[in-house]
């Protein structure tokens, strides 16, 4: 797939200091000045796929404010499941590999907005030299597995109510904004369900007062609400990535550095 299926235009020159990632932010100045040549700020196009099922990886993506990656695995009958998102926090695509990887799952542009895109071989010779940076990513492989693993649970487990909230507040927290652009085909294929099951829910919680819709997008009116309604899950990914990741601070980012 060609960078221009999968990006606009470069979005300009880098933002100082990597400030627009949580991830980013946390590097030191030498490693800010290693890779920094190698990091291109671009603009992802909602719906593009970043790479296929079966795919190599070219890149690593690390979301600024407003911009969501969607991880999904397909399946034989044309569906698709998301097993885990990833916004301002974080980073998709061969954070721990070593070299050459080949991708189990789909990545695709859940909202579109800015990124930072960095080749993997250079961001293989930046883990080489930095050893904060190889622990920095390896901790945050497994803050990403406990989403996945979570995940499973949470759609083995949970009714769909309190799945729909759970998956709200991780948009939220990725977006940044109380307003997601996002219709219910689009929630039905992340969650794996009917859009009519979608829709049910959607309504029940529109019903009770703690969110708003119109064409192509949902507004959270009471994130307290949605808080209360949402299953164990999200609070436990939360509190695994707070522990794992002591340093990666929400007050670390700033969309306009």
Not at 63 to 87: C, F, N, Q, R, Y
């Amino acid at each position: 797939m060609t960078g221009e299926a999968r990006t606009a235009a470069p979005a300009g020159p880098p933002l100082s200091g990597f400030a627009c990632n949580r991830l980013l932010a946390t590097f030191s100045a030498a490693d800010r000045t290693a890779i920094g040549g190698a990091a291109q700020l671009v603009t992802l196009k909602r719906k593009a796929i970043l790479w296929d099922q079966g795919s190599d990886l070219d890149y690593s993506y690390f979301p600024a404010p407003g911009t969501m990656i969607s991880l999904a695995i397909d399946l034989e009958d044309g569906s698709s499941v998301e097993v885990a998102s990833i916004g301002k926090e974080g980073a998709a695509g061969g954070i721990v590999s070593c070299g050459s990887v080949r991708s189990f799952g789909r990545a695709l542009v859940q909202i579109g907005g800015p990124a930072y895109r960095i080749s993997l071989p250079a961001l293989e010779a930046a883990k080489a030299r930095s050893p904060s940076i190889r622990s920095l990513f390896c901790r945050y492989s497994d803050a990403l597995l406990a989403q996945v693993m979570q995940s499973v649970a949470c759609n083995a487990a949970h009714p769909m109510e309190a799945r729909l909230c759970r998956w709200l507040l991780t948009s939220l927290d990725r977006v940044g904004s109380q307003d997601l652009p996002l219709t219910q085909a689009m929630l039905a294929e992340m969650l794996g369900v009917q859009r009519t099951t979608v829709n049910a829910a959607i309504q029940s919680l529109h019903g009770q007062g703690v969110i708003a819709t119109s064409r192509g997008l949902l507004h959270v009116l009471d994130r307290a609400g949605i808080e209360r309604r949402a299953c164990e899950c999200y609070a436990r990914v939360e509190d695994h990535f707070a522990a794992s990741l002591p340093e990666v601070r929400p007050q670390a980012v700033d969309a306009t550095a």
